[in-house]
């Protein structure tokens, strides 16, 4: 019921050098590896990405690349010694979509975003930034980073717009996108961050359709499981 390919729809081209806190969340086989979601360095040692992308993963399947514009080569690749998913995840439902990953050592140069801090939310119409790989329409694969900044959306607006759908918007969420539609993080930006004011707010987690009118992008709240967050990390 997950597809994780990244699709940020009329987004534009970024670098890396801009978001150096974004990584590819990627599964390695005996043969290749490949891009399955967006994750954030929280701290030298750890990384913030959705639930949904850790719970058929182990460890020694996993690999992240970081510092390059482009999930299938350039940057480095880090390995992973732990995979922690919310004890309240529930993928019938994806409330509590948060996952962390441990590297196996720091990684010295990580460039850390900070964390959310206080319940305060951000006002809906604040603009945040959303990057990632993924599609950007329904065929194309892009392997280069793009970007979009998308509005915060009122929490009762979003409620009334997925009320009967799939899922239930739950306090654990909060929702970014234009009412119209035509942009937005799709699928598979599935880990990936939502920045706003320069600190991860939200981690990409689900959507009806991909840049739909009347259906917003919904994000994990940091603000939600900043104890957790703490408890797991020290972060």
């Given at each position: 019921?997950?597809?994780?390919?990244?699709?940020?729809?009329?987004?534009?081209?970024?670098?890396?050098?801009?978001?150096?806190?974004?990584?590819?969340?990627?599964?390695?086989?005996?043969?290749?590896?490949?891009?399955?979601?967006g994750?954030?360095?929280?701290?030298?040692?750890?990384?913030?990405?959705?639930?949904?992308?850790?719970?058929?993963?182990?460890?020694?399947?996993?690999?992240i690349?970081?510092?390059?514009?482009?999930?299938?080569?350039?940057?480095?690749?880090?390995?992973?010694?732990?995979?922690i998913?919310?004890?309240?995840?529930?993928?019938?439902?994806?409330?509590?979509?948060?996952?962390?990953?441990?590297?196996?050592?720091?990684?010295?140069?990580?460039?850390?975003?900070?964390?959310?801090?206080?319940?305060?939310?951000?006002?809906?119409?604040?603009?945040?930034?959303?990057?990632?790989?993924?599609?950007?329409?329904?065929?194309?694969?892009?392997?280069?980073?793009?970007?979009?900044?998308?509005p915060?959306?009122?929490?009762?607006?979003?409620?009334?717009?997925?009320?009967?759908?799939?899922?239930?918007?739950?306090?654990?969420?909060?929702?970014?996108?234009?009412?119209?539609?035509?942009?937005?993080?799709?699928?598979?930006?599935?880990?990936?961050?939502?920045?706003?004011?320069k600190?991860?707010?939200?981690?990409?987690?689900?959507?009806?359709?991909?840049?739909?009118?009347?259906?917003?992008?919904?994000?994990?709240?940091?603000?939600?499981v900043?104890?957790?967050?703490?408890?797991?990390?020290?972060?």
């Amino acid at each position: 019921h997950h597809t994780s390919q990244f699709r940020i729809i009329n987004g534009a081209s970024a670098s890396i050098t801009q978001f150096p806190y974004l990584v590819s969340v990627q599964r390695k086989t005996f043969y290749s590896r490949y891009h399955i979601c967006g994750g954030t360095f929280i701290s030298l040692q750890w990384i913030m990405t959705a639930a949904h992308c850790l719970v058929a993963e182990t460890t020694d399947g996993l690999v992240i690349r970081a510092e390059s514009s482009f999930h299938d080569r350039g940057g480095v690749l880090l390995r992973v010694d732990v995979i922690i998913v919310h004890d309240q995840y529930a993928n019938t439902d994806d409330d509590y979509d948060f996952g962390l990953i441990r590297l196996r050592r720091p990684f010295r140069r990580a460039q850390v975003v900070g964390l959310r801090n206080g319940p305060k939310r951000f006002p809906p119409g604040f603009l945040c930034d959303v990057m990632g790989w993924g599609k950007t329409n329904y065929s194309k694969v892009s392997y280069r980073l793009r970007r979009v900044s998308l509005p915060i959306v009122k929490q009762s607006i979003c409620q009334a717009a997925y009320r009967g759908r799939r899922y239930n918007v739950t306090r654990r969420m909060l929702c970014a996108g234009f009412t119209e539609g035509g942009q937005d993080a799709c699928k598979g930006d599935s880990g990936g961050p939502l920045v706003c004011n320069k600190t991860l707010t939200g981690i990409i987690s689900w959507a009806i359709g991909c840049a739909s009118r009347n259906f917003y992008g919904v994000y994990s709240d940091i603000t939600q499981v900043r104890a957790w967050i703490r408890n797991k990390t020290g972060v």
